[in-house]
Every structure is written in structure tokens, then in C-alpha cells.
């Protein structure tokens, strides 16, 4: 995506990385119940969270036939936290999760943010390994913070240095991408309700 908030662009044949518009929380809220089967966001929260673009910003991937991914990152200086993150099964390995991904670090830039959070599964090693190309690094563990009692590994990136840490990343082709690279579905996903990282989390 462009430097420049709120402008789409192709990824790649067929897919588009755009906002996503109050009209999109219905199909939204469909993959979030298939993806987070335990940890679904409800749809009033969606509604809610859009509608603070002061320091919100979400974004969908789509195909001609529907929805496929959503991200959405939240910044209050000089913290950003990745809310959600997340592409459905059947588009594993073509460079979304790596292009939402890279749209939503380059958002908290364009807000200030010095840090980017986000919580990911203690059993989701292929999501932690894309985070760690980005050069996220873990600071914390919330134990039993998952609904179904796993753990939650709070990791963070530095901004200082991030274009430099993950130039490649930014610039590969999507179509060459290591499918192992890419996790499918579940990604980064915060409880309802939940808040950034504390002082005393990142320990």
C-alpha cells in the first residue's frame, strides 16, 4: 500500500488492500467467527472501533469474490498495538498477512508511535516467525490469556530502525513468498476489551 492513508492498491492479480468501511463488518465479522472460533470479536465492537479513526485504522484484503483478510492497528502515542491481523486459510503463503502487516507498521509511523505491540498465540509458531522477520522481539508472556487457557507472547518492534530491519520484507514479491513465512488465519488477535501492554508487561 502507498505511503498515503485511505488509498488502495493491487497486491497482486486479483487482490486489493484497501479500508475497510462500515459496510464491511458484516462479511467481517463472518471470518472473524471462522478464524478466532474461541476469541471472536462481537460485531458491536467492530462498529466501535472504526469508529475512532483518530487512532484507529483497519484494513481488509479482497478478491473479486469477497473479503480474505483484515488488520487493524491502534495508536495512542507513543504506543502502537496491532488489534487484529488475520487471512483466511485458502490464501496461505501469497504475501497478505506480510503486506497487512507492513501497511499497519508503516501506519503507526504516520502517528508517531516509537513501538508497535501485539499479543499472538504461544502455539501459533508460524505467526511469531513472520513477526520475527519484522524484527518484532517478545517482551512478555500472559498466561493462560486465551480463552481456552493458552498463553498470550506480548512481542514488540522498535521503530527506530524498522525500514532498514525489514526492507526486503517490504519489497518482495508476494508471489514469491515462502508459503511457511505466511501464517494463515490466526495471527494476532487481542481479547475483546483488551488494552495495550503495560509498563510492568514489558518487563
Not at 503463503?93 to 501485539?118: H, Q, Y
Request: hydrophobic share 40%.
Amino acid at each position: 500500500m502507498s505511503g498515503v492513508s485511505g488509498q488502495a492498491r493491487m497486491l497482486g492479480p486479483g487482490v486489493t488492500v484497501r479500508d475497510m468501511l462500515p459496510a464491511d463488518i458484516p462479511a467481517v465479522h463472518e471470518l472473524e467467527v471462522r478464524l478466532f472460533p474461541v476469541d471472536a470479536w462481537p460485531v458491536q465492537m467492530f462498529v466501535d472501533e472504526l469508529s475512532q479513526p483518530e487512532t484507529r485504522r483497519y484494513l481488509i484484503a479482497e478478491t473479486p469474490d469477497g473479503i480474505i483478510g483484515y488488520a487493524g492497528v491502534m495508536c495512542i502515542e507513543p504506543i502502537a498495538d496491532v488489534q487484529t491481523i488475520a487471512v483466511i486459510p485458502e490464501y496461505e503463503g501469497k504475501g497478505i498477512g506480510t503486506a497487512l502487516l507492513t501497511e499497519l507498521i508503516n501506519e503507526s509511523r504516520r502517528r508517531g508511535a516509537a513501538d508497535v505491540l501485539l499479543e499472538v498465540r504461544a502455539d501459533n509458531p508460524r505467526a511469531q516467525q513472520l513477526y520475527r522477520r519484522f524484527g518484532f522481539e517478545q517482551i512478555h508472556v500472559r498466561r493462560n490469556y486465551y480463552r481456552d487457557g493458552v498463553d498470550a507472547l506480548i512481542m514488540r518492534l522498535e521503530l527506530a530502525d524498522v525500514l532498514t530491519v525489514h526492507q526486503d520484507i517490504v519489497h518482495q514479491d508476494p508471489a514469491h513468498e515462502d508459503p511457511q513465512q505466511d501464517p494463515a488465519g490466526q495471527q494476532a488477535h487481542q481479547q475483546p476489551g483488551d488494552t495495550t501492554a503495560t509498563e510492568a508487561d514489558q518487563q
